[in-house]
């Protein structure tokens, strides 16, 4: 297929979501369709869309056109004389706070270019985003009768349930077509899947569903799809562990319940997909955090979900810029990590004189950098840059230890973002330079 006719076919698909979206408007118009059974007809049309992707496209870059065009468009649609009486409104109808518009589009790019041509690590993330998210909101709206609370309003057992059978279902079909997988195996990933999404979903505020429970099920079938059954009931194991555990020790940090899922879920996460010296510096970042907060609290209305949010996405750019360069990150993910446990080290100590910040923040910075250079040994030759990262430490760190120490109360508001930005700096300029150089 030649690359004006797929350019033609990226722009004709962002006019048949706008047209969606139209026939969704009138349609509810007409028939007194609430905004939130709205929402979900046009995230059932975009998902199933999206299931033809890698079948509409000859090549890669024009679903990654498409993805662009389509944040633009959704951008433009939050604009009050498009979100409010226009054809936006079929997204933005609802009451809460909610990203899941942009979010889904970022989400079909990232699994498309991470999946990398494997259909069952696209289309099973994909269809339980687009068939039992659906479901689960439609169940609980119409037939919700016991409630759980999150940060940002409350869902109900009945959709969580609901959410759990349409992904087990979604699971044992996909793997049982797409996969030689064993059938002990299948019954167990499905159920892992449909349990690991179901809290995904459940535990997810402003719309981050829309991707982390995709991406969060891509990078889960890629590392386990293929282990033996008896890994994946210890795996079971670790799991429900982490729970408890997690459950028991948030109250002392000041830790919501929601919060405290949210965090097993990363950490589990985290743990399941990469080497377990990989995973230390990314949950110091939680903990740093939680010590931050305590000490000295920020503004933000869900600062525990907020890092979360900030440190998920983060690794999964990082993912996907090592996938896209052909150049692993892990050593400037890990950078990244030190950077941002400084930064709130700096910001703990908020209430003590100047030279007490740069001080603690300066010697917290180097034993950390010992940590993570010895975390980083342990890892295989080809995910280490020849050379050393003194330079890129040295600068990361002294960003990290005066932002911090000399102005902590710029980071009152949006602390984790404002931290994880300013995190990603230099790491960032110091990647791109090796991956040029390389």
Request: charged content about 10%; glycine content about 8%; aromatic content about 10%.
């Amino acid at each position: 297929m030649s690359a004006p006719v797929q350019i033609a076919i990226a722009f004709a698909s962002v006019a048949i979501l706008l047209g969606l979206m139209a026939v969704v408007k009138r349609f509810a118009s007409a028939r007194e369709i609430s905004p939130e059974v709205q929402r979900k007809l046009v995230h059932i049309g975009t998902g199933l869309y999206a299931l033809t992707l890698p079948w509409l496209f000859t090549d890669d870059w024009p679903v990654f056109m498409l993805v662009g065009l389509t944040l633009v468009v959704m951008l433009i649609l939050r604009l009050p004389a498009f979100a409010k009486g226009g054809i936006g409104e079929t997204l933005h109808g609802v009451e809460r706070q909610s990203y899941g518009d942009l979010l889904l589009a970022l989400a079909v790019g990232t699994v498309f270019l991470l999946a990398d041509g494997r259909a069952i690590l696209y289309i099973l993330p994909i269809a339980t985003l687009t068939l039992a998210d659906a479901a689960a909101a439609l169940t609980g709206s119409r037939y919700g009768r016991k409630f759980f609370t999150v940060e940002d309003g409350q869902k109900s057992i009945e959709g969580s349930t609901a959410f759990f059978m349409i992904t087990l279902v979604i699971s044992m079909v996909c793997l049982l077509l797409l996969t030689d997988v064993s059938r002990p195996s299948v019954i167990l990933l499905a159920v892992m899947v449909a349990a690991f999404g179901t809290l995904v979903e459940a535990d997810s505020w402003r719309g981050f569903d829309n991707f982390f429970l995709p991406a969060g099920l891509m990078v889960f079938l890629e590392s386990h799809m293929n282990s033996p059954w008896q890994d994946l009931i210890a795996l079971i194991g670790m799991f429900m562990v982490a729970v408890i555990v997690f459950l028991r020790i948030a109250p002392r940090f000041g830790i919501t319940k929601h919060a405290a899922r949210v965090y097993v879920i990363s950490t589990f996460l985290l743990i399941s997909v990469t080497a377990l010296q990989n995973t230390v510096l990314p949950l110091l970042v939680f903990v740093m955090h939680a010590i931050a907060h305590r000490m000295n609290p920020c503004k933000a209305p869900y600062p525990a979900l907020d890092i979360v949010a900030a440190v998920a996405l983060a690794s999964f750019g990082w993912l996907a810029i090592g996938l896209v360069a052909e150049a692993n990150a892990l050593m400037y993910y890990g950078l990244m990590s030190v950077g941002l446990c400084v930064g709130f080290g700096a910001i703990t100590l908020g209430k003590q004189p100047v030279w007490a910040r740069l001080g603690a923040a300066a010697i917290l910075g180097l034993g950390l950098f010992g940590l993570y250079s010895v975390l980083m040994v342990q890892n295989p030759a080809f995910v280490r840059w020849p050379g050393d990262m003194k330079l890129a430490g040295a600068v990361a760190i002294a960003t990290m230890v005066f932002a911090g120490s000399l102005r902590p109360s710029l980071f009152d508001t949006h602390r984790a973002a404002k931290l994880t930005i300013l995190a990603l700096f230099v790491p960032g300029i110091s990647y791109g330079i090796k991956v040029m150089g390389a």
